[in-house]
């Protein structure tokens, strides 16, 4: 069996951990016990989250393109022989056990089941202890996927067939041609290279060559990178990237962080203890540096979104308006992690819980410092201004509440297309689907949902605020481009650079849910 290149194994088989070591032995040129302590160690804690009825494809000699590309860079060079060969092992969801042998993969009539059934894929490379390379796993492959993230079309072959899974690219840092900065870069770039037209896939070397430009050091081995160097990369990528620190948004930092999550934008996330220096021995402290990528979040509920207790604003007319925003909503947040198998879920406060078992004082004191965002270079309109122009323009005198009133607030970043798009197979009432298609809308919008207590309990919205994206400029309300609420709807004539309002039948409408994927 081992003499092929290609064999199938399922992932409850009892010989499995055996097999894999036997392999990694022979093409890695390792010691067999070493071989299986990598596959405990490494691999193991990546394949015990799966579902049972996974099979496994593991293909020998397989060429990698980013393990090949960090050979000839780095690896080739030196003393050490490390092997240019990589091993692939790819994912088949098989609840009806119709995959018994690979033979399937002759069967023409198979290949459409196939193709259903690919869930993606792991490659080890030859680079120990850190053999873990370039993968992607579907989410819906794992045995606990109760959470909302950003996946993309991820190309892969297995047997020759071409395949596509849904996920979110990961690597494990192999400490020396990429840190985990370098991976995140990586890991960000697959994303959207294989999302969207505009970006495109990078390797390693590729990174290296830019941060020759912007750096008096050496980049390899690799010391990892700050938070501008990797601001600038995604800014050399075709980004206009945002970075945000906690010591200057404060309060604000984390609902920011939140609202990027909800408009479907995998952002960089700087952890370090630093601010533990005082509470831990000076003979115990060692500072820690470490990037992550956040790219979801758990599934949230009309109760807990219910339970935030809100905030108060006074409206011109010398009201109080209770608004209560979804980014406050406390919950979980999805990581990418290259110390640990893909998708960690973790409380923002929390942000490194997973390593308590380490009983590392410096890791379980980590706080997010920074995060980055990827914008798309024409979008000029940030978060926090977005946000905080939607309080004003509520609390304003275009709008009539009644003292004391409560709203929920959702805010999110969205593509025009996307929008307008469910807009016209939703069911939003005819009058305000047609402001909505007239209007000659950027390419990216801010959309801001209001929703009252029964509108969260039935998934609703009963009012809309857009913003353009592409307009920074608050003057004269000249980022609106319109507010529907309460049987009025507010636009801003961009041509007469003045607002008015109007009636609107306005009625409830199911809120937009397309920016992450469950």
Request: glycine share 4%; charged share 25%.
């Amino acid at each position: 069996m081992l003499e092929d290149n290609f064999f199938l194994i399922p992932i409850d088989d009892s010989f499995l951990k055996e097999a894999l070591a036997q392999i990694i032995c022979e093409d890695f040129c390792l010691a067999e016990e070493y071989a299986l302590h990598l596959v405990e160690e490494r691999v193991m804690p990546h394949l015990n989250r799966l579902v049972k009825h996974t099979k496994l494809v593991i293909e020998r000699n397989y060429v990698d393109k980013v393990y090949r590309d960090s050979y000839y860079s780095y690896y080739a060079s030196k003393r050490t022989h490390y092997g240019r060969d990589a091993i692939k092992i790819s994912f088949f969801n098989d609840e009806n056990y119709k995959i018994t042998s690979l033979d399937i993969f002759k069967d023409k009539n198979y290949i459409t089941f196939l193709k259903e059934n690919y869930r993606g894929f792991v490659v080890l490379r030859p680079t120990s202890p850190y053999i873990v390379g370039r993968s992607a796993i579907a989410p819906n492959l794992l045995k606990d996927n109760s959470f909302k993230t950003c996946v993309a079309a991820i190309p892969s072959t297995a047997m020759g067939v071409k395949f596509n899974v849904q996920a979110f690219p990961f690597a494990s840092q192999d400490t020396e041609t990429i840190s985990c900065a370098e991976t995140m870069i990586w890991a960000l770039m697959e994303y959207y290279g294989n999302k969207y037209p505009e970006y495109s896939p990078v390797l390693p070397s590729r990174i290296l060559q830019l941060l020759k430009q912007n750096t008096v050091e050496r980049q390899l081995p690799s010391a990892g990178l700050s938070v501008e160097s990797m601001s600038y990369l995604l800014k050399e990528f075709g980004f206009g990237p945002k970075l945000y620190s906690r010591l200057v948004f404060g309060e604000d930092f984390e609902s920011l962080l939140s609202c990027y999550i909800e408009s479907g934008i995998p952002v960089i996330v700087a952890l370090q203890n630093e601010k533990a220096r005082d509470r831990i021995p000076p003979e115990k402290f060692k500072f820690i540096g470490h990037a992550v990528l956040c790219i979801g979040h758990e599934k949230v509920s009309a109760k807990r979104i219910q339970s935030l207790s809100g905030k108060e604003f006074e409206t011109t007319a010398k009201n109080t308006l209770k608004i209560k925003d979804w980014d406050e909503a406390d919950k979980k947040f999805l990581f990418i992690d290259d110390n640990f198998p893909v998708y960690q879920s973790e409380k923002l406060g929390t942000p490194t819980g997973r390593y308590a078992s380490l009983g590392d004082v410096n890791w379980n004191n980590c706080e997010i410092s920074h995060f980055i965002v990827p914008l798309y270079r024409k979008i000029y309109l940030e978060a926090y201004v977005a946000k905080n122009f939607v309080k004003e323009l509520l609390c304003s005198d275009f709008f009539d509440f009644a003292n004391g009133k409560e709203l929920y607030l959702r805010t999110f970043l969205c593509s025009t297309r996307s929008y307008r798009e469910y807009v016209m197979l939703g069911n939003m009432n005819d009058e305000l689907k047609r402001i909505i298609m007239n209007k000659s809308l950027p390419r990216f919008i801010w959309i801001t949902e209001i929703s009252d207590d029964l509108g969260i309990l039935r998934n609703q919205a009963n009012g809309l605020i857009l913003l353009d994206a592409t307009e920074a400029n608050k003057l004269d309300y000249r980022s609106l481009i319109f507010a529907a609420y309460d049987q009025k709807v507010v636009q801003y004539d961009k041509d007469k650079r003045t607002v008015g309002d109007s009636p609107l039948q306005n009625t409830p409408f199911t809120i937009f849910d397309r920016n992450l994927k469950n």
